[in-house]
Nanobody
Framework: DVQLQASGGGTVQAGGSLRLSCVMT????????IGWGRQAPGKGREVISA????????YYSDSVEGRFTVSSENDKNTVYLQMDDLNDADTGVYYC??????????????????WGQGTLVTVSS
């Protein structure tokens, strides 16, 4: 079974940093693309970052470009999302998903076949 587990959420002051982790099990890790989705209060889920494990191509939404960094540690089947300079708009539940989206679809929720449970990030001002 494919399983994804996100962790590392918490409460942080505006301007602070957090690092989220996503562990994926039950698969050959380097054949997948891992996406980070975020659901802000009262809004739908959106893909904010992604990485293709095999060749390391990364994607960032405009809202996080320059502040967030996605990386992978393949021998641990783990993807990280380093989040710096956090602001109120970053508050939400963060999920990691896995799939094989074509690059033009990497920013779409429909590009991912599996999603794990989320981890809550709260940014206080």
């Amino acid at each position: 079974d494919v399983q994804l587990q996100a962790s590392g959420g918490g409460t942080v002051q505006a301007g602070g940093s957090l690092r989220l982790s996503c562990v994926m099990t039950g698969v050959i890790f380097d054949q997948w693309t891992i996406g980070w989705g975020r659901q802000a209060p009262g809004k739908g889920r959106e893909v904010i970052s992604a990485i293709t494990i095999g060749d390391g191509i990364t994607y960032y939404s405009d809202s996080v470009e320059g502040r967030f960094t996605v990386s992978s540690e393949n021998d641990k089947n783990t993807v990280y999302l380093q989040m710096d300079d956090l602001n109120d708009a970053d508050t939400g539940v963060y999920y990691c998903g896995a799939g094989w989206p074509i690059l033009s679809n990497i920013r779409s929720m429909s590009g991912y076949s599996y999603w794990g449970q989320g981890t809550l990030v709260t940014v206080s001002s």
